[in-house]
Nanobody, 116 residues
Framework: QVQLVESGGGLVQAGGSLRLSCAAS????????RNWYRQAPGKQRELVAT???????NYADSVKGRFTISRDNAKNTVYLQMNSLKPEDTAVYYC??????????WGQGTQVTVSS
């Protein structure tokens, strides 16, 4: 069973930065996309950033220019660098590996809180 373990969340002031990491317990083959989602209290989970197996990236409009997704295949890890954080970025952040259009692996979530 593959596990995704996230780290790097915490409390930061507005304008600050955090870097989230998501490490898979072993290599996963045939990954279509590696993704970061977030869910704020009372809101639906939303897709924040995506990186394809070929390295193409895509971002939600709300984070474009501030967040950067990257991966290190040798470490089975995906990252989310978050700069210029805003209070509205406060949420639980989840990593997700989508495999062959059939399977989804999820991390346990890491809390990000941005104070004003």
């Amino acid at each position: 069973q593959v596990q995704l373990v996230e780290s790097g969340g915490g409390l930061v002031q507005a304008g600050g930065s955090l870097r989230l990491s998501c490490a898979a317990s072993r290599r996963i083959f045939s990954v279509d996309t590696r993704n970061w989602y977030r869910q704020a209290p009372g809101k639906q989970r939303e897709l924040v950033a995506t990186i394809t197996d070929g390295g193409m990236t895509n971002y939600a409009d709300s984070v474009k220019g501030r967040f950067t997704i990257s991966r290190d295949n040798a470490k089975n890890t995906v990252y989310l660098q978050m700069n210029s954080l805003k209070p509205e970025d406060t949420a639980v952040y989840y990593c997700n590996f989508a495999v062959m259009g059939l399977y989804n692996y999820w991390g346990q979530g890491t809390q990000v809180t941005v104070s004003s």
